[in-house]
């Protein structure tokens, strides 16, 4: 019997194709690995992207790029903090991609507009991932989410 291996953290070319379906306008990829999506690539550790700088801490103004794409490091805790500076530096779309199950903050002007869930050898708990899509309503000032 033939086996593939491949780091686990990395995407199949059937998942990269299903984050770009929703890449619209000036892009980021924030966390982004050795991924290849995105206008401009940023991560901390990886040497080779565009950016290198803390999720946590962007060195973009508030609301400057239409869509954010987000694959964070898979620790309880710091999802929630990277997705808030993602809200405050996207114009219009968040993409985000995690393994926790995480409960998003009910005040938030995102709308959800899609939710997906990839899975990996049949999907087993351990292998379940879940892409979700925000869209920011119209209308809504910086204040109504701080
Ligand atoms: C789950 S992996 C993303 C992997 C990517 N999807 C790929 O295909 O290579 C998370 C990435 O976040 C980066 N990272 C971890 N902490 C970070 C931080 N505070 N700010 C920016 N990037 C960070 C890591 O270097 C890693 O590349």
């Known amino acids: 019997m033939s086996m593939t291996?491949?780091?686990?953290?990395?995407?199949?070319?059937?998942?990269?194709?299903?984050?770009?379906?929703?890449?619209?306008?000036?892009?980021?990829?924030?966390?982004?690995?050795?991924?290849?999506?995105?206008?401009?690539k940023l991560d901390l550790y990886q040497p080779f992207v565009d950016v290198k700088a803390d999720a946590m801490k962007l060195p973009f103004r508030d609301r400057s790029i239409t869509t954010i794409l987000c694959d964070p490091p898979w620790l309880h805790g710091?999802?929630?903090?990277?997705?808030?500076?993602?809200?405050?530096?996207?114009?219009?779309?968040?993409?985000?991609?995690?393994?926790?199950?995480?409960?998003?903050p009910r005040s938030s002007p995102w709308k959800l507009i899609a939710l997906w869930h990839i899975s990996r050898n049949g999907g087993n708990q351990h292998n379940i991932k879940a892409?979700?899509?925000?869209?920011?309503?119209?209308?809504?000032?910086?204040?109504d989410y701080q």
């Open 5 to 40: 291996f491949r780091k686990s953290w990395q995407w199949t070319r059937q998942e990269a194709s299903l984050y770009a379906r929703y890449l619209t306008g000036s892009s980021l990829h924030v966390c982004a690995g050795t991924a290849n999506l995105g206008d401009v």
């Open 78 to 104: 710091v999802e929630l903090k990277i997705l808030k500076e993602l809200r405050r530096v996207a114009k219009k779309r968040i993409i985000f991609i995690t393994m926790n199950d995480i409960r998003f």
């Open 131 to 143: 892409c979700y899509v925000f869209e920011r309503e119209a209308n809504q000032s910086l204040e």
